[in-house]
């Protein structure tokens, strides 16, 4: 059918709208004043030479096929093997002539290939094109329904594009005549019977428009909708069902091959989708399709504006405006922007800049962030930075300065001002240190003070366990401690005065000298007030050396001022460094001293340098570094006490002076008239100490280590009162008979206990030869303690555990002490064990009895002897259910049991090989495994379970198990029965199934004659009742003919078992009537003429017979083809399909009633043929009607087989005819009863 003549003028009509704005479209930008405008790639066939995916293709397997024209079939071989005999999906988009056509062909009717199975094509365009039209031109007869579909984007649904069928509302539930009227949805898909006729055969065109019949087309610009309706990235063509003649009915084979789908030409008309932004399409760097944007467009369909150009909001190019994408004005400061809807709406700029740089903000980047700042506009925004608590605003001045809270100062409001701490919204708090505990201000952000070393708290106000004596000049705030090392809890004394140990060399030199190099000691020249030293050389200028009251105990001065004064006769002598040395408690400690600078000089006097030098922990010029403790151990104990001599070989300086600060002890209270010295410490001593500074032990108490003096630990004294001990020594003098450097016991030859601390501890022994004892304290009986070996008792008369004897003859004779002899079966540690007389053992071990253990108990075997555990008594391990007798009776030696019956094992515990269920008192029963059916005599010991062969069960394995037959020696075989069609899967013995109603077979998987394979209930149903009247009849007419031909082999002219057959017989009715008299055999005529006269009969029954069948046969034919309406008045308005089946029936019926008219004939012939006595070999009327007869027969059983596939067509009609009858009474029209039956 050709296109109407409105398709090409819509075709015709959207090329120009879609091209019309411009005649030029290869150019985005106006040549002359380069204007952008629209622009659309080129117009073509986007289908050409694409690959499209067919799901089914001829060929494969090889198969023929055939074409159907006007007025003739010729049949072709398709095959994907050979390029020449292909038809894959590359031959609908290829380049060809309507001469030389090539074709895409799917597989035919034969395969399956018809509604509801459909063949689909598709094309994959790669990216988004705008379909003008979609034309299809069929090698063969165009579909009877086909759709196609569209997809918008490649991994979106499938949507209907248009939908061609004859049959609309059936197959696609569409209307044939339906259309879009105004407002309604322009996407929806239409449905047109007008291009699903069978004709032509052959070149049958059929092109679809996607805007025809839309209401929108002409205004396409501004319709989203339409512009989304063109839009395809792929297309999809479903055929979905065949156009057919209606004959494919009768699965004739060269009729199913000839109705196939085959395309020669698949054509899209299209422009790659550039949105008007785009003017050709190229493939990039991934090899996919996607638009040369212009217009600062980006995407692959140009959908979008570049990253940067993002001004006004993207829109389609029209023939009014290109629409270009417009820059956005990010002041230079941002490499992005976003579009802002609102913004566009209120400025008419809709590009925000995002990621503004250089602390820059605003839709334009122009201005500073929030709490930013520049000096000027040609300036970079700052940070202000402001504190967040200590600003009043996060934003700051022109120049960055914030403004700060009370007491808060910096640019940025992030500091206290010096004096206060712990910045929050209200300011700064002022700080609250103990000035003498502290060092410096405060920290500025919690307000925690700077203790010193030996100062805790919060404002530094006291000092820390272990210390005292708070005083802002310590550089450790509090002095630690000393109290020889025995306590850290000390506090200020209030019963010390400060004093000064001074040499002012006022009378005299103050006992010092001066020491050189090597010891040598000289005296100092003196006079009033200054002391001089002349050096030896000027290598060797010589030290001041301090006399005793400098040295010793100085512990008092920890902390205090050593000061030094130097005189010159001129200033530019005077020292200016002097080295101080102290030695004490092995320890030596040096400082290099500057003097202190000199204030005020007063004239007349000379002049002088003063040295000072704190002794403390602290004092960095003090070399090496000491612990507290370790200098104030120095000071306990001064050796040295030296001065460096100051000048040179022709000159000195005088030491004017020399003042150590100390304190002495008061009576009383330190008033305030007194000077009080803090610094010395009242230690809280621990037990065992005492003195102001736990220098001395308490009474009781020594030192731990002799004579180490105050830094040695006290510990108690181990007297046990009996003496007193040395309070350094520790060493007791014993007294009341005790020894020991303690005291602790009593002397030898004296018993008690020293530890008790009283006079009367030790008392002397009542053993013989006063030698040693002992006192049960609990008691309070004495016992001598060094008894002969194995001897014991408070006088040693009786033997020691584990010995007999008598050592003093209480008995009558007297016996030495000898171990007891029980075989090593008796616990050494233990008390008792045997006899101290007579040596017998009472506590055997290990199971063993005897005077001396030297057995085993009963119910035990072993060797009681044996030295080695392995080899001394064990228990009996009798089982109780397969021992016989008491379990406790076995073999001494072996530890063997006494079996019962079928029982083995050294304990009696398991059952023979070939026994099973061990019963105490019983034994074991056989197991009687079945010989056949068991693989092995022997069974499970507990079940008796026999070990069966494959297919076996039963504890004697003498039964099959279900599903299995065939019990032998090899087991038994599986029934395999069918599990649809058996009713048990446990076959008979001799393997066949037991089938369910319409199934047969050996494993029951067949179906019954008459009945059919139900593939929805997988059940063997039975044939409807017409189908079975006829196979009746078919059937019963096989039968006649297959007792005919037994018959005609039964007599056969030429074999001699009818003629004695019929001898017999009448050997046996002369016996009868002549009473046995006579000859036993006739004339071979006479038999010979028996044998045919019963076979006419024969003959002429079967006939009848037949004859009979092929009548019934017939008017069962008869009444198909009358509800068939099969008359020839109706047949000229009948489609050809009908008509076919008609003409089939009349055959049908022709061929049966010509059968019976033959039968009839020949059992007429055979009932007047008169047969001759005697059968002549030659050729005669009864020979030929014999071989007739024969001939007739095999005629028949042919025409039978003929007629049982008549009945199944018949069958198949009768089923049509009942609906056809059915449908009729509902007034239903004729024709779309015969399509539907054509279609089927």
């Known amino acids: 059918m050709d296109i109407p003549l409105t398709t090409p003028l819509l075709l015709a009509l959207l090329l120009c709208s879609l091209s019309f704005v411009h005649g030029a479209m290869d150019s985005c930008y106006d040549d002359d004043e380069g204007v952008p405008s629209r622009c659309m790639p080129k117009f073509e066939n986007a289908a050409f030479n694409r690959t499209i995916m067919a799901s089914n293709v001829c060929g494969s397997p090889p198969e023929d096929y055939c074409m159907q024209t006007s007025s003739t079939r010729s049949c072709h071989h398709c095959s994907v093997s050979d390029m020449g005999l292909s038809h894959n999906a590359s031959l609908l988009t290829d380049l060809h002539t309507d001469e030389e056509p090539t074709w895409w062909q799917s597989q035919s009717m034969f395969y399956r290939v018809q509604h509801p199975n459909s063949v689909n094509l598709t094309l994959r365009l790669g990216k988004a094109f705008e379909i003008t039209y979609v034309r299809l031109k069929f090698y063969t007869s165009r579909p009877e329904s086909f759709a196609i579909y569209k997809r918008t984007n490649q991994d979106g649904p499938w949507m209907p594009y248009q939908y061609y069928s004859a049959s609309c509302s059936k197959t696609y539930g569409k209307n044939a005549k339906g259309y879009i009227r105004p407002g309604d949805d322009e996407r929806m898909a239409l449905c047109t019977d007008e291009f699903s006729d069978i004709s032509p055969l052959t070149g049958g065109n059929v092109a679809f428009s996607t805007l025809e019949g839309r209401p929108s087309a002409y205004n396409f610009d501004q319709s989203a909708v339409l512009q989304e309706w063109v839009t395809a990235t792929d297309l999809l063509i479903s055929l979905d069902r065949l156009n057919t003649f209606g004959d494919e009915f009768f699965k004739d084979a060269k009729v199913l091959r000839s109705y196939f789908y085959a395309i020669s030409d698949f054509s899209v008309g299209a422009r790659c989708k550039c949105n008007g932004h785009g003017s050709e399409c190229v493939l990039d760097e991934q090899g996919a399709l996607v638009c040369d944007c212009q217009h600062h467009t980006a995407g692959v369909d140009c959908q979008k504006c570049r990253p940067f150009y993002q001004d006004r909001p993207w829109a389609r190019a029209t023939g009014d405006s290109a629409n270009q994408c417009m820059k956005c004005n990010c002041s230079g400061r941002a490499d992005a922007c976003v579009f802002d809807a609102e913004q566009y709406r209120s400025t008419g700029s809709g590009g925000r800049c995002v990621d503004c740089r250089e602390h820059t903000d605003g839709p334009h980047c122009e201005r500073c962030k929030e709490n930013h700042y520049r000096r000027s506009p040609q300036d970079l925004c700052r940070p202000c930075d402001c504190n967040t608590i200590g600003s009043v605003s996060l934003q700051c001045g022109a120049e960055g300065m914030c403004t700060c809270r009370p007491s808060v100062t910096g640019e940025k409001c992030d500091t206290c001002q010096p004096g206060f701490h712990s910045l929050s919204p209200g300011g700064c708090r002022s700080c609250d240190c103990e000035t003498r505990g502290s060092v410096g201000i405060c920290s500025t952000l919690d307000g925690g003070c700077h203790c010193k070393d030996n100062v805790e708290g919060q404002a530094c106000d006291r000092c820390k366990p272990g210390s005292f004596n708070l005083q802002e000049n310590n550089p450790a705030g509090c002095t630690s401690c000393f109290c020889f090392g025995h306590s850290l809890a000390c506090r ?85 460094s002097v080295t101080v040395l102290l030695e004490g408690s092995g320890i030596t400690l040096s400082a290099d001293l500057s003097p202190q600078p000199e204030l005020v000089h007063q004239p007349g006097l000379a002049p002088q340098h003063t040295f000072t030098l704190r002794l403390h922990k602290e004092e960095t010029r003090l070399r090496p570094f000491l612990s507290a403790f370790q200098f104030q151990s120095l000071l306990f104990n001064i050796t040295a006490f030296r001065i460096s001599n100051a000048g040179g070989h022709n000159y000195t300086s005088q030491l004017s002076g020399v003042t150590l600060a100390s304190a002495a002890h008061s009576s009383s209270p330190v008033t305030s008239s007194t000077p009080p010295a803090p610094w010395v410490e009242v230690c809280t001593c621990p037990p065992g100490f005492g003195g102001q500074f736990c220098e001395l032990c308490a009474p009781g108490y020594t030192r731990e280590v002799p004579n180490r003096g105050p830094l040695s630990p006290c510990v108690p004294c181990t007297c046990h009162q009996h003496g007193p001990c040395h309070h350094e020594t520790g060493v007791c003098e014993c007294a009341d008979f005790t020894t020991g450097p303690t005291c602790e016991r009593c002397l030898d030859g004296y018993y008690g206990n020293a530890l008790i601390g009283t006079t009367n501890d030790c008392q002397t022994c009542p053993c013989p030869d006063r030698t040693s004892c002992a006192q049960i304290m609990e ?56 006899d101290h007389m007579t040596g017998r053992c009472f506590k055997c071990l290990g199971h063993t009895e005897g005077d001396h253990c030297q057995r085993c108990r009963r119910s035990y075997y072993g060797d009681a002897m044996d030295r080695t555990m392995a080899g001394k008594c064990k228990p009996c391990d009798c089982s109780p259910a397969g021992t016989s007798g008491l379990l406790e009776d076995c073999d001494p030696q072996t530890g063997s049991c006494q079996c019962l019956s079928h029982v083995t094992g050294g304990d009696c515990g398991q059952c023979s090989v070939g026994f099973f269920n061990l019963q105490p008192g019983v034994g074991c029963e056989r197991c009687n495994c079945n010989p056949i059916g068991s693989s092995s005599a022997g069974c499970h010991p507990i079940t008796g379970q026999c070990v069966c062969r494959p297919g076996l069960e039963g504890r004697l394995c003498s039964t099959c198990r279900m599903g299995f037959f065939g019990f032998s020696s090899r087991g038994c075989r599986a029934c395999n029965c069918d599990p649809m069609g058996s009713s048990s899967m446990q076959c008979h013995t001799n393997g066949t199934c037991p089938c369910r109603q319409g199934f047969v077979g050996y494993k029951c998987d067949q179906c019954e004659l008459n009945y059919f394979h139900n593939r929805a209930t997988h059940q063997c149903e039975e044939c409807p009742i017409c189908y079975g009247l006829v196979k009746e009849q078919a059937g019963k007419l096989k039968a006649r003919l297959q007792d005919l031909e037994k018959l005609l082999a039964r007599f056969d002219c030429r074999s001699g078992y009818g003629r004695q057959h019929h001898v017999r017989e009448y050997h046996v009715r002369q016996h009868h009537e002549r009473g046995h008299q006579g000859e036993d055999s006739l004339p071979n005529a006479l038999e010979d003429f028996l044998a045919i006269q019963e076979a006419k009969e024969a003959f002429v029954k079967q006939f009848a017979l037949l004859e009979m069948s092929t009548h019934t046969l017939s008017a069962q034919l008869h009444t198909v083809t009358t509800a068939m309406n099969c008359s020839a008045s109706m047949e000229e308005e009948q489609e050809e399909g009908w008509r076919t089946l008609c003409r089939t029936l009349a055959d049908s019926e022709s061929v049966v009633i010509s059968a019976r008219t033959q039968l009839m004939q020949a059992t007429l012939d055979l009932d007047n043929m008169v047969i001759p006595f005697k059968v002549t070999p030659e050729p005669n009327r009864w020979n030929s009607a014999v071989n007739d007869s024969e001939i007739l027969m095999k005629s028949h059983t042919e025409m039978a087989g003929h007629i049982e596939a008549i009945a199944t067509k018949a069958f198949m009609a009768s089923n049509q005819t009942y609906s056809l009858l059915m449908d009729l009474l509902e007034d239903k029209s004729i024709e779309e009863y015969i399509s539907n039956l054509t279609e089927q």
């Open 492 to 576: 200020s004394s209030n019963h010390h005065e400060a004093v000064n140990i001074t040499s002012d060399f006022l009378e005299d030199p103050d006992r010092w000298s001066g020491q050189f190099s090597g010891g040598q000691e000289y005296p100092l020249l003196w006079k009033e007030g200054e002391v001089y030293l002349l050096p030896l050389s000027e290598d060797d200028l010589g030290f001041y050396r301090a006399p005793e009251k400098f040295l010793g105990n100085h512990l008092l001065s920890y902390g205090q001022l050593l000061s030094l004064t130097f005189t010159a006769e001129a200033q530019c002598l005077l020292p200016h």
């Open 779 to 834: 008691i309070g009986d004495v016992v001598c303690t060094n008894c002969p070996s194995g001897q014991r008792g408070t006088r040693c008369e009786l033997c020691e555990d584990g010995f007999h004897g008598d050592p003093l003859g209480r008995s009558g004779l007297v016996r030495q002490c000898e171990r007891c002899d029980c075989n090593g079966n008796v616990d050494p540690n233990a008390l008792g064990v045997c």
